[in-house]
């Protein structure tokens, strides 16, 4: 059972390039999210979905883009690359309010971005 | 605007005493309250969880107690061992999502 997978671990971009940060799950989870920390910071929330063909804007949005086709995968894009997007990224998933919510999280192991 | 804030940055314990790890929080909706435990270069881990309709819950070493009354959150670890020491996060949920404390660094000696 891998749980939530992200792909590159690691990845230099320039300013300016475009990037896909990879991220599926295989526990059938219904919601999964994406979040970034930064340093001395907590985990602040892009986007997140409750379901396949079902997103919504989190806290900080801007820059970003995601889409759920499928229940396992929640790719986050990244266009026009800002010094202000280099951080960490992780992707998580859970069933959703009750059950989920008594466990929390799944988190993928993150992805560390930077851009310059 | 922190809706979760967790004050103490990091924390240092001898190995074998209690570590107390706090949380405070603003939004009376929050239903449920959880502690994750992070390693450097790993994800966040989930450790133990509080429904709002209680005040404690005990898993081994670990236990949250929840004062709503004061909105604060604690996680008590006795006795602190050194694979203890890592980045601890207290989040809160509402609606669709978690919120997030700033993290506490907790440094076990031994």
């Known amino acids: 059972n891998a749980g939530v997978t992200q792909t590159p671990k690691f990845r230099i971009l320039k300013i300016g390039q475009s990037m896909t940060l990879q991220c599926t799950q295989d526990m059938n989870h219904n919601y999964m999210y994406w979040y970034r920390q930064d340093p001395g910071m907590g985990l602040k929330l892009i986007y997140y979905?409750?379901?396949?063909?079902?997103?919504d804007k989190g806290e900080v949005p801007n820059g970003y883009n995601v889409s759920r086709s499928t229940t396992e995968d929640f790719p986050l894009r990244l266009e026009l690359a800002a010094p202000s997007q280099t951080s960490v990224y992780f992707c998580a998933s859970t069933y959703g309010p009750g059950t989920g919510w008594v466990y929390g999280y799944t988190f993928g192991s993150g992805t560390r971005l930077t851009v310059v | 605007d922190q809706q979760v804030k967790q004050n103490s940055p990091s924390l240092s314990v001898q190995e074998g005493r209690i570590s107390i790890l706090n949380c405070d929080y603003t939004?009376?909706?929050?239903?449920?309250f959880l502690w994750y435990k992070k390693y450097p270069a790993e994800g966040p881990t989930f450790l133990i969880s509080i429904s709002s309709i209680k005040d404690k819950n005990e898993d081994g070493r670990f236990t949250v107690f929840l004062n709503k009354s004061a909105k604060h959150l604690s996680l008590h670890i006795v006795p602190s061992q050194p694979g203890d020491s890592a980045v601890y996060f207290c989040a809160a949920s509402t609606g669709n999502q978690f919120y997030f404390g700033t993290g506490t660094s907790l440094t076990v000696i031994p």
């Open positions: 939004n009376s909706m929050f239903d449920y």
């Open positions: 979905s409750v379901g396949a063909g079902i997103t």
